[in-house]
């Protein structure tokens, strides 16, 4: 005997959906109404309706709440734990190699220097090792999918890693993900960490992923992809992406909220 789930929705209906409420942001833009950077009532991306707040956040001073929250101690950030590739004795994990780089900055484009930038990602098959990802995707003994590391006096960071697949994530039918490296950012204290998603160029898949789409203006859109650097591969060894992260201004990276996939 077999056991369906609900009935999942197609990705025409979703499709509609995400162009009918870009337009409504643009038509309230238009009307003088300003509305939020992030929209967090967006319906086709369908986990998020019951996630995000629905009343004001009440305000707390954030010395005071570190008393209580995770407390994170002073331990180095060891080098190897920005190289995905190098963290399993058994080997190499496969996919295409990468570095990935690029400069965290502020407002007027000054370095960040001493940042605590982590990452998670899935591997080249598009598979996490998590116990909601089952999809039949294989899992890869050599590669977790996990790194930190610092920036250094110039703000800058450097992974390297491999590609990570796309996944489908059961938003709709036949819903994938575009390629992604999550990005973590955790400034002084953990209430200023700043999480986010770096795409890759020419994604076929941005016109039809929800989570892209919930950001409604495409320039905040754009910077969250990262620029091919020929510069910056490596012959024979690994393909180079650049991708700057700006943390607040016009310019500023977009954020997510809590809970994101
Ligand atoms: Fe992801």
Redesign the pocket.
């Known amino acids: 005997m077999t056991t369906t789930g609900p009935e999942l929705e197609p990705q025409s209906a979703i499709t509609a959906e995400i162009v009918s409420r870009q337009q409504q942001y643009q038509d309230d833009l238009a009307a003088g109404a300003r509305p939020t950077a992030t929209l967090l009532d967006f319906a086709p991306y369908r986990s998020s309706v019951l996630r995000h707040p629905t009343k004001d956040p009440r305000l707390v001073d954030p010395e005071t709440i570190e008393l209580v929250s995770p407390a994170y101690g002073h331990w180095e950030v060891a080098p190897i734990e920005s190289d995905l590739t190098a963290q399993h004795v058994g080997g190499e994990p496969q996919g295409q190699r990468m570095v990935v780089t690029g400069r965290v900055l502020d407002s007027a484009g000054r370095p960040i220097r001493h940042q605590l930038v982590e990452i998670?990602?899935?591997n080249a098959g598009g598979r996490?090792i998590h116990q909601r990802d089952q999809h039949p995707a294989p899992l890869d003994p050599n590669f977790t999918g996990a790194g930190r590391t610092l920036t250094d006096e110039n703000g800058v960071y450097r992974f390297t890693t491999i590609k990570p697949g796309a996944?489908p994530w059961k938003n709709h039918l036949n819903a994938w993900?575009p390629a992604?490296i999550?990005f973590s950012l955790f400034g002084n204290a953990v209430t200023q960490r700043l999480v986010t998603?770096m795409y890759f160029p020419d994604d076929p898949l941005f016109a039809l992923d929800p989570i892209y789409n919930s950001i409604p203006e495409q320039k905040d859109r754009d910077r969250l992809v990262a620029d091919y650097d020929h510069e910056l591969t490596s012959p024979e060894w690994a393909l180079g992406f650049r991708w700057d992260i700006v943390l607040s201004g016009p310019q500023a990276t977009w954020f997510e909220q809590e809970g994101d996939?």
């Open positions: 998670w990602q899935a996490y996944y993900r992604h999550h998603q996939e």
